[in-house]
């Protein structure tokens, strides 16, 4: 199952991410994942919210540039090795991977990967043939 991701694009300047974390908390949406990348004037942050509506809502009032993509939740053991073999799987049948990125449980034992692939369709299909359990939603492991 796809999983709806925002991102945003933020100046990279100080206060930025504050106010859209704070947009988010103020509304009520939590964050459940996240990634921070940035250039030398920008930076794209891209969010896992618990509300993709209220989420939306709350950043584009705050006057955020928003953007919603469709992407992929994997569910695997965290560790040593566990990575490699999913993108084994990948490789072979060449799907590329465009970003990822990921967090984890100690609690648990398990990691969760958010991935963005060119083809989401065929890579749900080659991870759940290649026993990797693709997740329908995002919730704070050990839930």
């Known amino acids: 199952m796809l999983i709806k991701q925002i991102s945003l694009f933020l100046e ?3 206060g930025r991410l504050d106010a859209a974390c704070h947009a988010l908390g ?49 569910e695997m053991e ?3 090795g566990s990575l490699a073999k999913l993108l084994d799987v990948l490789k072979e049948k060449s799907i590329n991977v465009e970003y990822m990125y990921a967090f984890s449980s100690v609690k648990t034992g398990q990691a969760a ?14 991870l759940r043939d290649g026993g990797f359990s693709v997740m329908s939603k995002i919730q704070v492991l050990g839930d």
């Open 12 to 14: 990279n300047r100080s």
């Open 78 to 80: 965290d560790k040593p």
């Open 26 to 74: 103020d509304n009520g949406v939590n964050i459940l994942a996240l990634s921070l990348a940035d250039t030398a004037d920008f930076g794209i942050l891209r969010l896992i919210v618990s509300d993709t509506d209220a989420g939306l809502a709350s950043l584009k009032s705050a006057g955020f540039t928003t953007v919603v993509n469709d992407v992929l939740a994997v």
């Open 113 to 126: 990967l958010i991935f963005r692939f060119e083809d989401n369709e065929s890579a749900m299909k080659a």
